[in-house]
């Protein structure tokens, strides 16, 4: 079993800033991608970041320069920090790690429960 708990959302005003964090658990062998998505009422659940084993990021062209995402390899954490946030922002923020659970078992991706996330004007 693995089990991905989010946590950090709620509400915030215009500018404010939110850190979500991202813990995943159970029987896992590695991880290489861990990333966080967000889906707004009536859209598509989008990538917001990524973040790869060796450091490397990638970021939605709306949060680039605003947001930061992060990993804790010996926790099994990935974090998204969260400044200059605008209502556009506002939606349900998913976590996704990619992992194996055994040497030779393929990566497979596992979704967190979800966390709101709400900027008001």
């Keep these: 079993q693995v089990q991905l708990v989010e946590s950090g959302g709620g509400l915030v005003q215009l500018g404010g800033s939110l850190r ?3 813990a995943a ?3 896992i062998f590695s991880i290489n991608v861990m ?3 967000r889906q707004a009422p009536g ?3 989008e990538l917001v ?3 790869t084993s060796g450091g490397m990021t990638n970021y939605a ?3 680039k320069g605003r947001f930061t995402i992060s990993r804790d390899g010996a926790k099994n954490t990935v974090y998204l920090q969260m400044n200059m946030l605008k209502p556009e922002d506002t939606a349900v923020y998913y976590c996704n790690v990619r992992l194996r659970r055994t040497f030779s078992s393929n990566y497979v991706g596992y979704w ?3 966390t709101q ?3 008001s004007s």
Aim: overall charge positive; charged content about 10%; hydrophobic content about 30%.
């Design 20 to 22: 979500l964090s991202c």
């Design 25 to 27: 658990s159970g029987s």
């Design 35 to 37: 990333g966080w998505y």
């Design 43 to 45: 859209k598509q659940r």
């Design 49 to 51: 970041a990524t973040v």
């Design 61 to 63: 062209d709306p949060v």
């Design 112 to 114: 967190g429960q979800g």
């Design 117 to 119: 996330v709400t900027v």
